[in-house]
């Protein structure tokens, strides 16, 4: 074998030795993607997401954030305007199937946005309650009151407007239902655009548990709403907050059936 076709087979093997190392390189690994949760064996504080008001055409993209980020998220449920229209039962359906979900009970009606009168009869937010139970199918004794900013944990854990309280106590005492409140909100717009910066929310959220500041020490229940999310700008901001929850070593998420009392 003369010099001439030696060093061609020699520059052969070397291009076929680069390409070989530039596809190790790049091509896509087989090994799963960093885990989303960290273990915190130390964590101080427990933070519970909530949402109220599904299923709604906003819910696809909150059941969306709620997988993809992998956080236990509780969902606050109204049975009326599924029950009423077809389109928003796939909604449901995601929700019931979506493994980091916990659904509660929202009423049926949502009061029909008069709150006051609805109060005023609390056996009949009951029987709201109730059928809204069997409607949606739910079977964890979690609920919020439509409007009110309202707990009944217990007898010893009550806390909220006089009327609307007499109704929780009696889902409380009658039916075994645990009554949420919250300790704060992320408000928007109407358009989908969460009031304040991510950021924002979120040293406000660690001050308040700092501080003392929520109904129980060192737990935060935080209130937003399935129609916020009509839009990928709102699904960002929710997902860059909820990133910042899990990389804080402080902060361990819940469902809300992990609040203690």
């Not at 009423?84 to 029909?112: E, F, Q, V, W």
């Not at 935080?222 to 901001?237: A, C, P, R, V």
Request: with cysteine; net charge positive.
């Amino acid at each position: 074998m003369n010099k001439k076709v030696l060093l061609w087979l020699v520059l052969i093997f070397l291009v076929i030795d680069g390409a070989l190392l530039v596809y190790k390189i790049t091509k896509p690994s087989k090994k799963h993607p960093t885990p989303i949760h960290k273990e915190k064996p130390h964590y101080k504080y427990s933070v519970f997401l909530t949402s109220d008001d599904g299923p709604l055409v906003g819910s696809r993209y909150l059941h969306q954030i709620i997988k993809d980020y992998e956080v236990p998220f509780t969902l606050f449920l109204v049975g009326k305007p599924v029950n009423s229209d077809s389109r928003l039962k796939p909604y449901l359906i995601n929700y019931k199937n979506n493994c980091y979900a916990m659904l509660g009970n929202h009423s049926y009606s949502h009061a029909n946005f008069h709150y006051k009168k609805f109060y005023t009869n609390p056996k009949g937010v009951v029987q709201d309650f109730l059928k809204n139970e069997k409607i949606l199918d739910i079977n964890f004794s979690v609920a919020r009151l439509p409007g009110r900013n309202v707990w009944v944990l217990d007898n010893n854990h009550t806390k909220g407007e006089p009327n609307a309280l007499k109704a929780a106590i009696l889902l409380n005492k009658e039916h075994n239902y645990k009554v949420f409140g919250w300790d704060y909100e992320l408000r928007h717009n109407g358009k989908g655009k969460v009031l304040k910066s991510v950021k924002e929310h979120y040293k406000r959220i660690k001050e308040l548990l700092k501080n003392g500041k929520t109904y129980t020490k060192n737990q935060i229940v935080i209130l937003m709403h399935d129609q916020m999310f009509t839009n990928d700008l709102s699904s960002k901001e929710l997902g860059e907050l909820i990133l910042l929850l899990q990389d804080d070593e402080e902060i361990k998420l819940k469902k809300i059936d992990k609040y203690k009392f």
